[in-house]
Nanobody, 115 residues
Framework: QVQLVESGGGLVQPGGSLRLSCAAS????????MNWYRQAPGREREWVAA???????NYSDSVKGRFTISRDNAKNTVYLQMNSLKPEDTAVYYC?????????WGQGTQVTVSS
């Protein structure tokens, strides 16, 4: 059974930073590409960042240069370091991966950027 559990969200002022974590179980974590998505109120879920099993990273244009995705295979955990946060980064952030052709999602963690 695949489980993805996000944590680390919260309320932060514009320009601030947060680090999200996603602990995974039920997969061979070290061989899985891990992704972060987000969904703002009234908007579709959008892809944010990905990290391959080999550590290759990719980012959406909206977060490139501000967010950093990383992984710790010993802890089965993927991280999203978010710097220079903007109000438009406000969303529920989800961790996601695939196993045997099925995409799995965590429950999400709320990030609110507001003064």
């Amino acid at each position: 059974q695949v489980q993805l559990v996000e944590s680390g969200g919260g309320l932060v002022q514009p320009g601030g930073s947060l680090r999200l974590s996603c602990a995974a179980s039920g997969i061979i974590f070290s061989i899985n590409t891990m992704n972060w998505y987000r969904q703002a109120p009234g908007r579709e879920r959008e892809w944010v960042a990905a990290i391959s099993s080999g550590g290759i990273t990719n980012y959406s244009d909206s977060v490139k240069g501000r967010f950093t995705i990383s992984r710790d295979n010993a802890k089965n955990t993927v991280y999203l370091q978010m710097n220079s946060l903007k109000p438009e980064d406000t969303a529920v952030y989800y961790c996601s991966t695939r196993k045997a052709g099925t995409r799995y999602w965590g429950q999400g963690t709320q990030v609110t950027v507001s003064s």
